[in-house]
T-cell receptor, first 112, second 115 residues
Framework: DSGVTQTPKHLITATGQRVTLRCSPRSGDLSVYWYQQSLDQGLQFLIQYYNGEERAKGNILERFSAQQFPDLHSELNLSSLELGDSALYFC???????????FGEGSRLTVL | AQTVTQSQPEMSVQEAETVTLSCTYDTSESDYYLFWYKQPPSRQMILVIRQEAYKQQNATENRFSVNFQKAAKSFSLKISDSQLGDAAMYFCAYRPVRGTYKYIFGTGTRLKVLA
């Protein structure tokens, strides 16, 4: 158990819909990262937050948005969903001093 | 730009044998971390081993060890006495010590372990 909690674990929805993925980082970790992994692909970096502020942005679509709340949990919002958005979405957290990145179990999104 | 390259999409190893997975990276930073993550069929991302660039000694974790060549920007993973449970995707990753703390991942190497 990495200590990073993601909900929901599985989500099935239709094209055009909107979903929210939630992440609770490990206790004490200020940084939260979101990654997208399509089937048999590598990890695509979406966005990073540090203590509530956006710190780095990757290949995140305009239809996607994220935020980190004062209690440090984070949400990734995906809207106007397309078939190609079907993927495993990982949240990860880190404590900057150690460098190690801890991953949640992922939220598997299926868009039909 | 910082990049991580894993040139072996797939590798196979016989059970109990040794295998080495390759990783090269490009950076102008002098201080950084390097990692190997394992992703088994469950798709959970598991940290295998971590190396700090300022340390000359290669990291070791039980059957897993790295060959870190800073000048060559190479960071290979050696798995000794391979077990069936080692079958997974292995990702090499890089993160600078300072800056945005953005992690860069390679495209992965799928390791098959043959009984």
């Amino acid at each position: 158990d990495s200590g990073v909690t993601q909900t929901p674990k599985h989500l099935i929805t239709a094209t055009g819909q909107r979903v929210t993925l939630r992440c609770s980082p490990r206790s004490g970790d200020l940084s939260v990262y979101w990654y997208q992994q399509s089937l048999d692909q590598g990890l695509q970096f979406l966005i990073q937050y540090y203590n509530g502020e956006e710190r780095a942005k990757g290949n995140i679509l305009e239809r996607f948005s994220a935020q980190q709340f004062p209690d440090l949990h984070s949400e990734l919002n995906l809207s106007s969903l397309e078939l190609g958005d079907s993927a495993l979405y990982f949240c990860a957290s880190s404590r900057d001093g150690t460098g190690e990145l801890f991953f949640g179990e992922g939220s598997r999104l299926t868009v039909l | 730009a910082q990049t991580v390259t894993q040139s072996q999409p797939e590798m196979s190893v016989q059970e109990a044998e040794t295998v080495t997975l390759s990783c090269t990276y490009d950076t102008s930073e002098s201080d950084y971390y390097l990692f190997w993550y394992k992703q088994p069929p469950s798709r959970q991302m598991i940290l295998v081993i971590r190396q700090e660039a300022y340390k000359q000694q290669n990291a070791t974790e039980n059957r897993f060890s790295v060959n870190f060549q800073k000048a060559a920007k190479s960071f290979s993973l050696k798995i000794s006495d391979s077990q069936l449970g080692d079958a997974a995707m292995y990702f090499c990753a890089y993160r600078p010590v300072r800056g945005t703390y953005k992690y860069i991942f390679g495209t992965g190497t799928r390791l098959k372990v043959l009984a």
